[in-house]
């Protein structure tokens, strides 16, 4: 039986859908699991997605994507949209590329956390020397603009073990932010996870 062949369209970009993002429908089941925006401004907002296949119309439903720059993803809660999906590392999982620095922003509505578990983690280097390629996660952000420098940082992670990785990670207010950086030299597949927006 072949596959199903998925296409996207935005009808706000009327773009074609990047290797950023996995789209999940409310029962769970992954549609796309690769969303394309191609922008000619730093910023986009994809907020309804429609998802076809073969034989007719699957899904239309509202998320709301800002894509900064290469790697930089958002995902704001708001007001009919899912609340909650999946996020990885750009190629995931693939091995990721040299020399990134990459942002993720989860920003919920004022009434609201942000839940993240990490379900792959495979980020070169190791355990509680994270020099190389790592992932810092800060869940103490009261504005998602704020400088990243005046922010506690919850934890420095990398290497091959979800062990090392805190089962759940919740947010004090309502917004998660995760940093993604590698170095020059050698890469890993990279990481996974689920995001959930909660009520506070």
Same mark, same amino acid.
């Given at each position: 039986? @072949?596959?199903?062949?998925?296409?996207?369209?935005?009808?706000?970009?009327?773009?074609?859908?990047?290797?950023?993002?996995?789209?999940?429908?409310?029962?769970?089941? *992954?549609?796309?699991?690769?969303?394309?925006?191609?922008?000619?401004?730093?910023?986009?907002?994809?907020?309804?997605? /429609?998802?076809?296949?073969?034989?007719?119309? *699957?899904?239309?439903?509202?998320?709301? *994507?800002?894509?900064?720059?290469?790697?930089?993803?958002?995902?704001?809660?708001?007001?009919?949209? @899912?609340?909650?999906?999946?996020?990885?590392?750009?190629?995931? @999982?693939?091995?990721?590329?040299?020399?990134?620095?990459?942002?993720?922003?989860?920003?919920?509505?004022?009434? /609201?956390?942000?839940?993240?578990?990490?379900?792959?983690?495979?980020?070169? &280097?190791?355990?509680?020397?994270?020099?190389?390629?790592?992932?810092?996660?800060?869940?103490?952000?009261?504005?998602?603009?704020?400088?990243?420098?005046?922010?506690?940082?919850? &934890?420095?992670?990398?290497?091959?073990?979800?062990?090392?990785?805190?089962?759940?990670?919740?947010?004090?207010?309502?917004?998660?932010?995760?940093?993604?950086?590698?170095?020059?030299? &050698?890469?890993?597949? &990279?990481?996974?996870?689920?995001?959930?927006?909660?009520?506070?």
């Amino acid at each position: 039986m @072949p596959a199903k062949r998925y296409s996207v369209i935005s009808r706000r970009n009327s773009s074609l859908l990047t290797p950023l993002h996995r789209y999940t429908s409310p029962d769970g089941e *992954v549609l796309v699991d690769t969303i394309e925006v191609f922008v000619d401004t730093g910023e986009v907002l994809v907020d309804t997605i /429609e998802v076809f296949v073969d034989t007719g119309e *699957v899904l239309v439903d509202t998320i709301e *994507v800002f894509v900064d720059t290469d790697c930089d993803v958002t995902i704001r809660s708001s007001e009919g949209a @899912p609340k909650s999906g999946r996020f990885s590392s750009p190629n995931f @999982p693939r091995p990721y590329d040299n020399n990134m620095r990459c942002i993720y922003r989860f920003i919920g509505q004022a009434n /609201e956390k942000v839940q993240i578990n990490f379900t792959r983690f495979e980020v070169k &280097g190791v355990h509680q020397r994270c020099h190389d390629d790592y992932v810092d996660v800060y869940t103490q952000v009261h504005n998602p603009d704020e400088n990243l420098l005046d922010v506690p940082l919850h &934890g420095r992670y990398c290497g091959n073990d979800l062990e090392n990785l805190p089962h759940l990670l919740i947010s004090m207010y309502h917004v998660i932010i995760i940093g993604f950086y590698t170095d020059q030299d &050698g890469q890993e597949a &990279g990481f996974s996870g689920t995001y959930e927006f909660i009520d506070a």
